[in-house]
């Protein structure tokens, strides 16, 4: 059984995520998962969907990387028409599917993932079915399932599981603290042990609107409980796993600008709020957000605390620090999602060097 996965990030195939996955080194215990949800990263992209994403996966700097396709994305309302696109033509066809993760065979960090597609449509055992297709091609498997068709999925991986596979068991925003609906869950899993298993969960609620931020407050919708050593002790899980410091969002088409930036305090682990005092305005990043965060008592914590999580190592500080110093550009709400997830990530490692999210502390 693998012993080194503490930690797996989420992220979508998208700019700013792209640029900080092949930036930050994940080091030993974090295993990047990489959710593809489109047949290119760039309308205008003239290499194939293998050569696309085997040179991304390539350019991360991690032991493996879990990749996905998948089946929950929403196919309705503003969602990316290039997403729709995909879900339809391969996510929603299984051999497709398979055979588009497949391509990456020849990868040895690829970890391909499989969830079931019974609550898409209707479809029995066909997580047996993606695993057949697989096996002989992987060393190890994924296998993400979703709190609403967990019987049913629970028992197939129970027959297919091997010792150098993965069970991500996906809460979605789901809280852990809902102890009804996910007390068989805590059950079933306590007497699994064939497999490495992660607890993955969006920590930012997705409605959560910049505009109505309280300003230097902590952010009460984010709920980061899925990193902590007794809720993992509770789920019986070896790992755990979020969207990497930022909002699972549904993947719509970009909005009109809304300076605001969500800032994950380690020592607290809390998300504190800052907003723009002129709505709208794109130099309120510079003027009123920075400023405010770099005088937080956020900011002297994580400072202080030993060893810092806060340094020139940590891309996302550092930038902050260059912007305030006016010498990198602050008018990007770009930029600053990118600053988040670098942030995040290097708070986890941080928080992994100290001993404080460590398998040692959690049941084998």
Avoid at 33 to 56: A, G, M
Avoid at 281 to 303: C, G, V, W
């Amino acid at each position: 059984m693998d012993t080194n996965l503490i930690y797996m990030p989420v992220f979508r195939v998208r700019q700013q995520e792209v640029l900080a996955m092949k930036h930050f080194d994940f080091g030993g215990s974090m295993y990047p998962l990489l959710e593809i949800v489109k047949e290119k990263t760039r309308k205008n992209d003239q290499n194939s969907f293998e050569e696309i994403y085997s040179e991304l996966i390539n350019a991360i700097t991690a032991e493996k990387v879990f990749v996905d396709l998948p089946i929950y994305i929403n196919q309705s309302g503003s969602v990316q028409d290039e997403v729709v696109k995909f879900s339809f033509s391969v996510i929603n066809n299984l051999e497709k599917r398979v055979a588009h993760l497949n391509m990456f065979s020849d990868i040895e960090k690829v970890i391909p993932v499989i969830s079931s597609y019974l609550l898409k449509t209707g479809e029995e055992n066909t997580i047996t079915d993606q695993e057949r297709l697989l096996r002989a091609n992987f060393n190890s498997i994924a296998f993400r399932i979703y709190i609403n068709s967990f019987k049913e999925d629970f028992e197939e991986v129970k027959q297919l599981a091997t010792e150098n596979d993965f069970l991500i068991i996906d809460l979605d925003k789901l809280g852990p603290f809902k102890t009804p609906p996910l007390k068989p869950v805590v059950n079933a899993l306590r007497d699994f042990n064939k497999c490495k298993k992660v607890l993955l969960r969006s920590a930012i609620n997705p409605d959560i609107e910049n505009v109505k931020l309280d300003h230097g407050q902590v952010v009460m919708e984010a709920d980061n409980s899925q990193i902590d050593t007794d809720i993992m002790s509770t789920f019986q899980v070896n790992a755990t796993g979020d969207y990497a410091g930022i909002k699972k969002d549904n993947l719509t088409a970009g909005g009109t600008i809304s300076p605001g930036f969500l800032y994950y305090d380690a020592v607290e682990n809390q998300y504190y709020g800052y907003k723009a005092l002129i709505k709208g305005s794109i130099d309120e990043f510079d003027n009123t957000i920075i400023p405010a965060i770099l005088a937080s008592d956020s900011t002297s914590r994580m400072l202080q605390s030993e060893p810092p999580f806060l340094s020139t190592d940590n891309w996302g500080y550092d930038t902050l620090l260059k912007i305030s110093r006016k010498e990198e550009s602050g008018r990007s709400q770009a930029k600053f999602k990118r600053i988040a997830i670098e942030h995040y990530l290097y708070c986890m490692r941080i928080l992994i060097q100290k001993g404080e999210l460590t398998e040692t502390n959690m049941p084998s």
